[in-house]
């Protein structure tokens, strides 16, 4: 019986390590990971989550404070990959942690309470995007944010004219190529790429087997790099 | 189709199920994803192969101009998304018990007897009853 080619690594990463732990990123001897762009986000370490939301649950606003505090980047890194918007992304991040509050004696402690909060968040940009898409604004283009970003492209145009016209430039295509890829494999490729987000976490996000985010983000990758190929970006 | 064919047939869809499961690896090989002794045979192909290198450079190049692309411009400060959730977190808490709830049962009869109740009066003042 064929299985996934992830399947492996996750059980024997299972067998030694426990079923919650953080995936293990740049591993001494793989030659390519200290230099792949990944980002850094400090987060909760996972031993504390049950004490956290014990002290929560007892009417402890500080420790609520820390929860928040310590995944608010992450949680706004994920909104903004899914909406492209800061202040979607701010509103998004705001309503996930008012919902956080409200349903964390829900909480089990055997679950990880970084991708319990992200699955929120994510849930959230996932309604807002398709709010904002249905939205005559977002249709013609007029929606607030945008006259900010085009704002600020115009004053680093007005710096360094040639270079901010093609990385913007660059980056329209790449956002446009990312667009064009299936449902799956975006949402897969999006959640991927933080530090603090492995297979296995996207996995719990996204509510598919560990196997299928390692097919997805190859398989988004591989289609990116044949179209970004072919239009001349790589 | 012969028994060749099937034969044939089967074994270029092992190839093509083995290629495809090489190729994951390199993703989950860049992703640093994979268990010690699956990293070790795809950094030993990654030594020799130069494909395998040329892979993994473009599949690292996406990862570049994907992250450019999608990264925020700037992530605003935790405080003022904090204070507001901490103003939310003033109401209590929800409670895990919950609320006694009428059972629909109990809501059907009630709603049954009146009914019949309000029919037995009306029959009654038109002398039916």
Redesign the interface.
Known sequence: MWSPPCSNFLENHQRSTGPESVSIHHMPGNPTATTTPRLRIQTAERASDAQFVERVLAGDQTAFGEILRQYHGLCYHVAYKVLRNASDAEEVVQDAFIKVHGALPEFRSEASLKTWILRIVWRLSLNLQRDRSRSSWARLGLDGDRELEVETAQSRLAEHPDKAYQAQDTREKVLEAIDRLPEPLRQALVLHGFDELGYDDVARILQVPVGTVCSRIHSARRKLAEDLHRRGLM | MSCFDRVRDLLRFKIL?RHL????????????????????QV?AQ??LDPSVQQR?R?????????????E?????K?DA??Q???A??ESP????QQKPRVPTAVIASVGLIVTAGVAFVGLRRRGLV
């Open positions: 199920r499961a090489a190729e994951e690896h390199i993703s989950a090989f860049i992703d640093g994803e994979l268990a010690e002794d699956e990293r070790e950094a990654f030594a993994v473009d599949l690292r190049a996406v990862d570049a101009l994907v992250h450019q692309a999608l925020p411009p700037s992530v605003p935790a998304c904090i507001g959730a901490l939310a977190d808490l929800p409670s895990t």
